[in-house]
């Protein structure tokens, strides 16, 4: 049962356009909704993360908007660049940093 | 500069054969867990530890086992290893409570059982 479902599985965009990654989620309890980069052949490692009681986070060019009401949550890159190519992984959680529950990534490649 | 380290990047097993995959981590973090990564599937939560001699099984524990004998230290254990347990593992640890919530990943050990 995947709780947190996760689109597209991979996702192409030209320099300087906006990427922009989709999840959803099943449980209400969860709090805390944390998204990962992966580059190849090292750990996810956090990128920005949201609570349920704000609809956006902004940090640099990563943006995260969340609907409450929808269950739905997605990170914007604005101005993608090919150092962004990497996998993300949209995640929640109930307390923060207790049993992550992960979605099924989104493997992202920014061209020149 | 804190890290998680896991012993083994790449490990060659052959089927039936007990595997130990080892994660140490050097920030005194209460919490430690083991996630299985896989195409298509994202990552999978095998076992967790919130403390020395204490696990609680995750979304995926069938055919795994784990010890923390050490707080720095959480092993996984495969103690029949099978094809279906190919796959990358990853360790992560994460303190308990505080602001900075976040898993600490290593870089993962990628595991071939033939």
């Known amino acids: 049962q995947q709780q947190v479902k996760q689109s597209p599985q991979s996702l192409i965009v030209q320099k300087g356009g906006i990427s922009i990654i989709n999840c959803a989620y099943e449980?209400?309890?969860?709090?805390?909704f944390p998204w990962y980069q992966q580059f190849p052949g090292k750990g996810p490692a956090l990128l920005i993360a949201?609570?349920?009681?704000?609809s956006e986070k902004k940090e640099g060019r990563f943006t995260i908007s969340f609907n409450k009401s929808a269950k739905q949550f997605s990170l914007h890159i604005m101005d993608s660049q090919p150092g962004d190519s990497a996998t993300y992984f949209c995640?929640?959680?109930?307390?923060?940093?207790?049993?992550?529950?992960f979605g099924t990534g989104t493997k992202l490649q920014v061209i020149p | 500069d804190v890290k998680v380290t896991q012993s083994s990047r790449y490990l060659v097993k052959r089927t039936g054969e007990k595997v130990f995959l080892e994660c140490v981590q050097d920030?005194?973090?209460?919490?430690m867990f083991w996630y299985r990564q896989d195409p298509g599937l994202g990552l999978r939560l095998i076992y967790f530890?919130?403390?020395?001699?204490?696990?609680e099984k995750g979304d995926i524990p069938e055919g795994y086992s784990v010890s923390r004998e050490k707080k720095e230290r959480f092993s996984l254990i495969l103690e029949s290893a099978s094809t279906n347990q190919t796959s990358m593992y990853l360790c992560?640890?994460?303190?308990?409570?505080?602001?900075?919530?976040?898993?600490?990943f290593g870089s993962g050990t990628q595991l071939s059982v033939l």
């Open positions: 995640a929640a959680s109930i307390g923060g940093y207790q049993k992550v529950t």
């Open positions: 992560a640890s994460s303190p308990m409570g505080g602001k900075d919530e976040k898993l600490l």
């Open positions: 949201i609570r349920p009681d704000v």
């Open positions: 449980n209400t309890a969860f709090d805390y």
């Open positions: 530890s919130y403390d020395v001699k204490m696990k």
């Open positions: 920030m005194d973090h209460e919490n």
